[in-house]
């Protein structure tokens, strides 16, 4: 399953190299897991409101073309790996103007409680499981 | 009292004009504050231990002049005024090779708990009134 | 004219008091009267292309209600007052579930060239004046 | 050569699950790149003023341990490989007052003109080379 989101680029976002700056990519990641949650069922802030978090524990980023103010970005994401406690989410922003690849990344996230425990997906929540794998 | 604090222009912080862009001043009054509070004896990291909030109410900034990438920026800060459940702090940045102004500011905030109920800070946490007032 | 945007609020901007980061939402009024001037039939990346940049030179903004994350916020965008070398817009934004007024606001800008030289809009631009006042 | 800088986790650096928002380690990261350039004897500033831009074509980050408001985080940065076009920064966090390691990451980045164009460092700028490799 492959979810589809749409930003258009702020100006905020940009930095003096005339571009989007790099860390703010992250936020459109986390817009494109968001979206495929919801696509799945469920809402993120549903989900930590039942005490489940999903703090970042890896990304990575390969930057090919520059984003630039205004340019409509489409974000697609899907689950790129599940396994125990971890899941990796992976991302392919396109402009969408010229459908031009403009970066891809991976996020991984540990599920935990608000304590930061584990949570095991698996057998606590295998409704939610099933949708992930 | 008047409490000086010093930041560096980070990347990040400019945008495509080539300066920094206007919303990325309050995190620096932020940074003036809090060191006006230290140097009260006060953290805020403390206070919000102790179950005291700060949220924002109202804020105004004037921009004379750009803060651009790598400027030495300081930042004077006092209370302006103190009234019942809100207290004001005044902000001027300056740049540091040349003291040119660049922008004042205010910023208003309540006194509330964790549950952003209103506190009586002159009630409640007389020492900590006497600092501000 | 009243402009009308939404957002969608993203976790990253949030801080750990739970709700939006005060300075968060400067990003969502850009937005705001850049949506106002594509009703009047101009983009603002197009403006910079022509060598016309609005600095901000003021803002004001009063906070009523917490934005939370995942809040949809509907931007409400009008032109305040434009005169001589300056244009001032307000903006309300509300809670778009129960149309709650969350916040209200200012952004006073001057239009410069990109050498920062102030633009007489009026008689350069006087197409473009007409739809500003 | 490992260079050492320092920042204090402002407020609006964190997200609402009370830790800082993984994005924003990247600006980190630039601060620790920035000061070991300096620490060669060259600044970001000036190389840009001179056309040697060095946009970010790919980043990674480990977290280990929550970054959190108000910590004094330590940056240690190192140039981990020189090839061609291409250079790869190592970071390091820690947490100032336990020495606990937060986060590890990359960056790496292409030397390239205000045309976006590549530069070759090693012939066209020896002096600066032979610091960084």
Avoid at 79 to 107: H, N, P
Wanted: positive net charge; contains cysteine; hydrophobic residues 35%.
């Amino acid at each position: 399953m492959t979810s589809r989101s749409e930003i258009t680029v702020r100006y905020a976002e940009t930095d003096q190299m005339g571009v989007v700056y790099h860390g703010n990519y992250f936020p459109w990641f986390e817009i494109g897991r968001t979206t495929l949650l919801k696509d799945m069922g469920y809402s993120y802030k549903e989900l930590e409101d039942e005490n489940i978090l999903l703090p970042v524990t890896e990304v990575t980023c390969q930057y090919k073309e520059s984003a630039k103010y205004d340019d409509v970005v489409e974000i697609r994401t899907k689950v790129k790996e599940m396994k125990g406690v971890r899941i990796t989410f992976s991302y392919e922003l396109y402009r969408k103007a010229d459908q031009q690849l403009l970066a891809s990344g991976t996020t991984t996230h540990a599920f935990v409680n608000r304590a930061f425990k584990p949570i095991n997906i698996k057998k606590q929540f295998p409704a939610f499981y099933q949708k992930l794998i």
